[in-house]
């Protein structure tokens, strides 16, 4: 792979060669400012750049592409965006998502039975009653939409006047996930890096949603960003929804680890997830059988629209922190999935437009999204991973400010209207 190097900006006689002899690279202006943009991915222009890549501080930060080779991962595209302290690999294969990252040696993911990415051809949706699913499920970070996500099952159409005119089946969390980019571009500008890319969700009769998603670093930070913004671009309105499944696992989720976050309001799914209300927040180690446990919230936001989840490791020293912009993302879903370490120790942090219910329920209660043709819908998250106990402190305090500013309802058992 190529290194096309940040120092290389110097000039416009030096911008030109360093162009021409990466190929790939689409843009270049020399100011002030430094701007880079490598086409990985053009569909359309029959891009798909493996060799060259770009560099930054002297080459201690990157972003390139590979594919993999072999197996259910055969032709699966992984972008490593690497800002010089914390590494995230994307995989525009599968619509976009984080299949996992590192930061000062210390491993940001959890440990599926999935242990590779799975291309989209192996995942039947339909399989198990309609969760197959799970069957590419490894993430970091996987979205669910974008025309529903949620629990299988019937959903029923009906017209203006309540006459039923279509019973679709909807699969486990939608097609997103299981769709690829057909344009993914990587970008330098200044001391951040970004990987742009564009996933379509259409068919026939079917609607034509399209997500454009970007990620964005700054140099030798444990931070980064994702502004996702949805369109539908069919010529009738859309229903669309989406969920953020941001699941972690160890060294951050262990026996006595604990979920920080600020919520107004909070209820269990069912009975199984009423059985743990008392200790909703808190996490035990890993569990045969343990049967996953889900919690509904109302979160609270602070001056600038933006509500916080944070899960600590029991000594307070590591932290994953999910930060999300309330005015699109709403809701907050809780997932514990403590069982055995080789089925999945996991909890998901799950900010979404509408909670994880068959469709049919979130259009009754009025959560559903209508987008009009051509209307989008930006959604945004900020995310930490800290590895120090200063750091997480920090982190700790403000949210727990936020929740002390902020008068909390806890229902001992599901909340008519949000459990379906």
Known sequence: ?????????????????????????????????FLMKLQLIDVDKGIHETQNRITAAAGTASIGMTRLHGGMSDGVDVVT????RLQLKLLPTRGMGVWKGEIDSVPVQWNSPVQRPVHPTWVDPMRLGGIGWVDGFNELIVRCGLGWHGAPGKDRITDAAGNVVAEPFLTLHGRIANLAAHSVTAELQEDWLSVTGVVDEGCLFGGWLRLESTLRTRLNSGEFEIIDTVTNLAGTPAESEILYHCNIGEP?????????????????????????INMWNLYEGPQTGFAEQVYFADPASDAAGWGSSVLADPESERAFAVHFHTSTLPWFTLWKNTGARQDGYVTGLEPGSTFPNPRQIEREQGRLQMLQPGQSTTYRLRFEVSTTKARTR????????????TPRTVHEQPKTGWAS
């Open 1 to 33: 792979m190529v290194p096309v190097a940040a120092s290389s900006l110097v000039s416009p006689a030096t911008a030109k060669y360093t162009a021409r002899q990466t190929r790939r690279l689409i843009e270049l202006v020399p100011s002030h400012r």
């Open 81 to 84: 965006i690497n800002n010089g």
């Open 252 to 276: 951050f989720l262990n026996a006595g680890s604990v979920l920080h976050t600020a919520v107004r309001e909070l209820a269990p799914r069912n009975a199984r997830a009423a059985e743990g």
């Open 394 to 405: 920090q982190i700790l305090d403000a949210v727990t400010a936020l929740q002390v500013a």
